[in-house]
């Protein structure tokens, strides 16, 4: 099986603009978290996704969002970027059914906010 | 809520020596554990998990860890250290809840020395 994919990999915006990144999980799986990692605050969950219904939600500003489709891709949405926003965001796929509880990473999207 | 604690950020071994990264967790109702790697530039591969059963369980690579209950410990540990373990380690956990959201630690750099 593929594993999870994110686009694009690398970004670069500038504060104040507004940014999209995908998230293609591994086929079969319903559910998309979304991580993102700083050298300061490390890892923190952002939201998750599952049947195109947000299922939990961490503490992160409004101006942070996210979406499933049907076919369980995902996007995360980042408006009015600030530069504190300059992080790798990881997407990680799971099947959620009974009894499963491991995520699966994908490579993640590099951005940085100038 | 549930916090992880990684005493160790760094941990420097000579290759074909043992290994122990340590991680201990608090938590008010039971838990899910995980050891996931990180390579410079990629994103997270899971190498082992703890969900029920056996207190010792064995990963990928040749990693295996120990759930302690009564210390809350799920330490992560290698008889044997190559080169190309040379990555960031992290523990993390996840209610019994049906929140599926991973909770991670601080991280612990291995750094494997010829």
């Known amino acids: 099986k593929a594993g999870v994919t994110q686009t694009p990999r690398y970004l670069i915006k500038t504060r104040g603009q507004q940014v999209t990144l995908s998230c293609s999980p591994i086929s079969g799986h319903r559910s998309v978290s979304w991580y993102q990692q700083t050298p300061g605050q490390g890892l923190q969950f952002l939201f998750e996704?599952?049947?195109?219904?947000?299922?939990n939600k961490g503490n992160f500003p409004g101006r942070f969002s996210g979406r499933q489709f049907s076919n369980s891709r995902s996007e995360m949405n980042v408006s009015t970027l600030e530069l504190g926003d300059s992080a790798l965001y990881l997407c990680?796929?799971?099947?959620?059914?009974?009894?499963?509880?491991?995520?699966?990473f994908g490579p993640g999207t590099r951005l940085t906010v100038t | 809520a549930q916090s992880v604690t990684q005493l160790d950020s760094q941990v420097p071994v000579f290759e074909e020596a043992p290994v122990e990264l340590r991680c201990n967790y608090s938590s008010s109702v039971s838990v899910y554990l995980f050891w996931y790697v990180q390579y410079p530039n990629q994103g997270l591969q899971l190498l082992l998990k703890y969900l029920s059963g056996s207190t010792l369980v064995k990963g990928i690579n040749g990693f295996e860890a120990e759930f302690n209950k009564s210390q809350t410990s799920f330490h992560l540990r290698k008889p044997s250290v190559h080169i190309s373990d040379t990555a960031e380690y992290f523990c993390?956990?996840?209610?019994?809840?049906?929140?599926?959201?991973?909770?991670f630690g601080s991280g612990t750099r291995l750094q494997v020395q010829p």
């Open positions: 996704y599952f049947s195109e219904t947000q299922r």
């Open positions: 993390a956990v996840t209610m019994d809840t049906g929140r599926r959201a991973l909770t």
């Open positions: 990680a796929s799971s099947p959620r059914d009974r009894g499963t509880y491991e995520q699966y």
